[in-house]
């Protein structure tokens, strides 16, 4: 049975979720605090009270699209078995993940924003990608350990990479085909999977 959550806590939860939404859609440079706190139905008072600052609102929301994703690849990989790994491209380069920028994956959206912030987020995204990356691995057969890990960043830097292409493009006829090339090479890379017991 799920608890209750507090007041508190409930307000918390959708001051993140609001600020998740905004750095994704806008970038950090492009909203402030005045914003999230007005999308999240709050006043400015109540965001800093629970967050300090921009910076501890924008460090929650990595965390916590990250944790996202930490969550949902065990979810492909149990569903899907041997052809989890095309599910993962097939969602992740799909038209409604590439026209989602608000809800999209964090990986995609945040990470530029966490190049450019402090050492100690980017040692917590460290970690969060790590996870990922070893969660990916857990699904991919083969070769030695360090291989399928290898394997793992490759799969996730194209799908990245590529998700920002197509979103950056004008014509959805050239996005389309840039997503279906960029699935295609990032089964390719990530080799034969394998069932996660």
Known sequence: MQQKLSKREETRKRMLAAAGRSFRSYGYAGIGVDGIAKEAGVTSGAFYAHFGSKDGAFSSAVVEGLDEVIEGVPHFQLKHGVEWVQAFADYYLGQPHREDLACG?????????????????????????????????????????????????????????????????DSPALAQ?????????AVKTAGQAQVVV
Request: hydrophobic residues 50%; charged residues 20%; glycine residues 6%.
């Open 105 to 169: 994956c964090a990986m995609t959206t945040l990470t530029p924003e966490v190049a450019r912030s402090n050492e100690g987020l980017q040692k917590l995204y460290e970690q969060k990608m790590t996870k990922i990356a070893m969660l990916i691995a857990e699904g991919l057969s083969g070769a030695t350990e360090d291989n399928r890990i290898a394997r793992a960043w490759a799969m996730l830097a194209v799908l990245i990479g590529g998700l920002n292409i197509t979103r950056a493009m």
């Open 177 to 185: 085909n840039i997503a279906e090339a960029v699935k295609v090479a």
